[in-house]
């Protein structure tokens, strides 16, 4: 954008909310919002605190494994599904159900059927991503055009060659685009879990500091998990266009 | 109707008598719920020389060419290439695609190799063969390029030296130049036939075009719709034998091409 004959950075915006933030902060309206500067100086405060770390390093594991297996259930199935028309009318109802379904609600049931653990966290965190995951490599892969379906067939692609060499790739800024929808789905899927089923990781910092009024520090936090959030989110748009280029070659 | 001439005995290189057919079309139809895409349609293909299916759009001519290719099951009827039956696609039959269908993520050389590859050739013996290839359909130095950064002529003659690469005795082409500009396609129809003369491969050719077909075949089966059927097999005898330059201003050129028109027009809306 130009504002009076200058280009700005992308993001300005963020500074007037930032401002706005500050101000109300220091004007006292609410206790709930302290200053932005108080948050950032609690911010570094507490960043190498152990406590701190330790919640880190619990959120990133369930993450990172509830992701993992998001992506690596969600890419094949959501291919079969768009590849094979009877595997399609078996699941499509239940992904569509469960894409829109108020997936916080079957937690309980979760930690009835797999403990107050960590797994039950990593199966909340694929729960909230694979859906998305699912039905964007599903559409990506039935929108692969035809004569190259036709092309691999002709040359004698075995279903398996088809499959890794053909409508993987075919298919792949659709799956990215579900992936990064996943992963930023999959961030509210590690909180809530860490609220719900065990209170650990970011959840416990946040029950912690809210429960003790500590605001600065509760804003803290969330500051640095939308920091996080959006610096993957970011990554993945990145990729997404480097492979968009052919996207609209195919 | 079926013209009645035969092919003078000095033809092209693989020319022979009726009996070398290299592919055989016995009675196939083809049915899409209740619409007939083809009826009992009977059409022998000669070896090493190039057939052309021509029609108006409609009469299932690229229906036919994905069925014997293998990638449709007819109806009824059967398929036959080098006196086996078709039951699938084969390494006996390459096809050429009308929008390339080439691999937007593989660079040329990669695409080209990539019949090859999926019939499990090691990688230095198929790119070796690739760049061969490339060199013949004049793409040398593009081996690294992606298909985007080609032109849509450069494009097809990947899709082509793809076809050659895993040398197979029938080539199927559905309609490759009409994707291309009009001066390309001139440029490959004058490559098309230097093919055909020196490579030992039948070929079978859909097109909309007239003068196209007339241009580079052998043999022209013309196709009329609902249901398709052969209506006529033309064959323009002497014009293989001339310079690919003097063919258009040839009078059994010009009189080909208005004796099909005559046949067509009355099913073009």
Redo the contacts between chains.
């Keep these: 954008m130009r504002l009076f004959g200058y280009r700005l950075p992308g993001m300005s915006s963020l500074i007037i909310w930032g401002l706005l933030w500050e101000l109300v902060g220091r004007s006292g309206l609410s206790f709930f919002v302290p200053p932005l500067s108080e948050v950032i100086a609690t911010l570094f405060e507490i960043i190498g605190s152990p406590a701190f770390q330790k919640a880190l390093y619990e959120t990133a594991y369930a993450f990172i494994a509830g992701v993992f297996f998001a992506v690596v259930i969600g890419i094949p199935t959501g291919i079969l599904m768009g590849k094979n028309r009877l595997i399609d009318e078996l699941l499509l109802p239940w992904v569509n159900i469960f894409l829109s379904a108020p997936l916080t609600a079957l937690v309980p049931v979760l930690m009835v059927l797999f403990g107050f653990g960590m797994k039950s966290i990593i199966i909340t965190t694929t729960l909230f991503a694979i859906w998305i995951i699912i039905l964007n490599a599903r559409a990506g892969v039935m929108q692969i055009?035809r004569?190259?379906v036709?092309?691999?067939?002709?040359?004698?692609?075995?279903p398996w060659?088809a499959f890794y060499?053909?409508y993987f790739?075919?298919a792949?800024p659709e799956i990215l685009g579900g992936v990064r929808i996943g992963v930023i789905r999959a961030v509210k899927g590690v909180i809530i879990g860490q609220l719900l089923i065990s209170i650990v990781g970011f959840g416990a910092l946040f029950e912690l500091y809210s429960a003790n009024f500590l605001m600065a520090h509760f804003w803290a936090v969330l500051v640095v998990l939308f920091a996080l959030a959006f610096t993957i989110s970011e990554l993945l748009a990145y990729l997404e266009r480097r492979?968009s280029?052919?996207a609209a070659?195919? | 109707m079926v013209m009645p001439q035969t092919r003078a005995a000095f033809g092209r290189a693989g020319a022979a008598g009726a009996a070398d057919i290299a592919v055989s079309v016995r009675n196939i139809s083809k049915n899409y719920g209740a619409v007939e895409a083809l009826k009992n349609l009977t059409l022998d293909f000669p070896r090493g020389q190039l057939t052309s299916l021509l029609g108006p759009s409609g009469c299932g001519k690229t229906t036919l060419l994905k069925i014997i290719a293998g990638l449709l099951d007819p109806t009824a009827g059967e398929v036959e290439v080098g006196g086996r039956a078709v039951t699938g696609p084969g390494p006996d039959r390459a096809f050429v695609f009308q929008d390339f269908a080439l691999l937007p993520w593989a660079n040329v050389l990669r695409n080209v190799a990539f019949g090859l590859e999926l019939r499990g050739v090691a990688k230095s013996e198929r790119e070796a063969i690739a760049a061969n290839y490339i060199a013949q359909v004049g793409l040398a130095g593009f081996e690294a390029s992606f298909p985007h950064e080609l032109s849509g002529g450069m494009r097809q003659r990947v899709g082509l030296a793809r076809a050659l690469a895993v040398d197979s005795e029938v080539l199927l082409m559905d309609e490759p130049f009409s994707a291309v500009d009009e001066q390309t396609r001139r440029k490959f129809q004058e490559d098309l036939l230097a093919l055909v003369a020196q490579e030992n491969k039948t070929f079978l050719f859909v097109t909309h075009s007239i003068e196209e077909a007339v241009y580079v075949s052998d043999q022209i089966a013309i196709l009329l719709p609902r249901p398709s059927r052969v209506s006529d097999i033309i064959r323009p005898e002497g014009l293989r034998d001339k310079d690919p330059a003097t063919i258009r201003r040839d009078p059994e050129y010009l009189d080909i091409v208005d004796e099909i028109w005559a046949k067509l027009r009355s099913y073009v809306e």
């Design positions: 055009n004569s190259l036709d092309m691999a067939k002709s040359f004698g692609a075995s060659d060499k053909v790739w075919a792949l492979v280029y052919y070659k195919r």
